[in-house]
């Protein structure tokens, strides 16, 4: 049983005042309360099997569910109402405007895999609305504004920067059509997300000194997820970097051991025979040792970032994070890709040249 108005709007720290004048008969709420509570049970079932479902789609790191509280669907209710008092929540169309009864959260790694979760989702269940919501912060990257856009995304700024792509669907699990919200997003997005939540909502959203760090606190959410992505990249470079360099040192030794033979079969003295070994000796350490004057492939100057994390005092933050995000913001993946592909052209120069010039020290010798 729903406890009595004074003490609900007590308990959630709603004005009365407010509560009136956006006319809200609270028959109607007792009347939404008792007909939500009995489909909880199948809401829960629902809930589980989607989040069963999203499990097996690619690159999901984990999945949770959560069924809205009774007490936290009339709470929300009623701040609808109070904000919007056009707005119109009746008991017969709560279910379809309150589209988060079922909440469905899906956390994945990179900012670039929501992509794939995309793609299965629609798949899988018809949208209850046009188009998912993409929520994101004012200032955010256009490259991924325009891939949210090109996958028929509808962009939100968010005014507190809450980024979090948000899919409205229908479900024909039960008798009667059910909606259900998932919600997908980064582990530091939910990370800044649920911290958010807790501190700012429902009773400190005006609060100018949370809001403001918190929204440092985005910002680095934001740039660790960019880190994350870069990360990734420079890894998969690397990968690439380190076959190539082992396909190159096969081939090297496949030469090395044609001409070892070959110069068993010369007709030559055993000094000469030892000089040409010297020299294949000397190309095989050289190539092999080609990559190591390569391993700072990329450097970037990355203390600023780890001074931040040491100095986080209130006189010094913003001017760190600003040094910090200048930084950051100088890696450039071209320039990356550009420094490896000069990397390998030099090798292939190196090995080149190391094999021209025992070729030539052994054409020496033999004559």
Not at 135 to 151: I, P, Q
Not at 195 to 211: A, F, G, T
Not at 296 to 309: D, E, G, Q, T
Request: with cysteine; net charge negative.
């Amino acid at each position: 049983m729903l406890i009595c108005k004074n003490e609900f709007l007590k308990k959630y720290f709603i004005d009365e005042k407010e509560f009136e004048n956006a006319k809200i008969d609270w028959s109607e709420i007792v009347a939404i309360y008792n007909d939500y509570l009995p489909r909880i049970n199948d809401y829960e079932r629902v809930a589980v099997f989607i989040s069963e479902s999203l499990r097996g789609a690619e690159n999901v790191h984990s999945v949770k569910y959560r069924v809205k509280n009774p007490e936290h669907l009339i709470e929300k209710i009623i701040r609808k109402k109070i904000r919007k008092p056009e707005k119109v929540i009746t008991f017969d169309n709560y279910k379809e405007k309150i589209t988060d009864l079922i909440g469905i959260r899906v956390l994945h790694l990179f900012k670039e895999e929501w992509e794939d979760i995309h793609t299965y989702i629609l798949n899988r269940w018809p949208l209850a609305t046009e188009s998912p919501q993409a929520n994101v912060r004012a200032g955010d990257a256009k490259e991924l504004l325009s891939t949210f856009e090109k996958k028929g995304c509808e962009i939100v700024i968010h005014p507190f920067g809450y980024r979090s792509i948000h899919y409205v669907i229908n479900t024909g699990i039960l008798k009667e059509k059910t909606i259900a919200e998932i919600q997908v997003r980064t582990i530091f997005e939910e990370a800044w997300s649920e911290i958010d939540h807790r501190i700012r909502y429902p009773y400190q959203v005006n609060n100018s000194i949370l809001s403001n760090y918190l929204e440092i606190f985005n910002r680095l959410a934001g740039s660790a997820d960019e880190m994350g992505s870069y990360i990734k990249f420079l890894n998969s470079r690397l990968l690439d970097m380190e076959a190539r360099y082992i396909q190159e040192i096969s081939e090297k030794n496949s030469i090395i051991a044609d001409l070892k033979e070959k110069i068993e079969k010369l007709e030559i003295r055993s000094d000469e025979k030892l000089a040409l070994e010297s020299s294949l000796a000397s190309l095989d350490l050289s190539v092999e040792n080609v990559m190591k004057g390569y391993e700072p492939i990329y450097k970037s100057n990355v203390k600023n970032i780890a001074n931040f994390i040491q100095n986080m005092d209130s006189e010094t933050m913003k001017e760190t994070i600003k040094t910090a995000m200048e930084v950051f913001n100088t890696l450039d993946k071209d320039k990356l890709q550009d420094t490896i592909n000069e990397a390998v052209r030099k090798l292939d120069e190196d090995k080149n040249r190391l094999f021209i010039e025992t070729t030539e020290d052994i054409s020496d010798i033999i004559e």
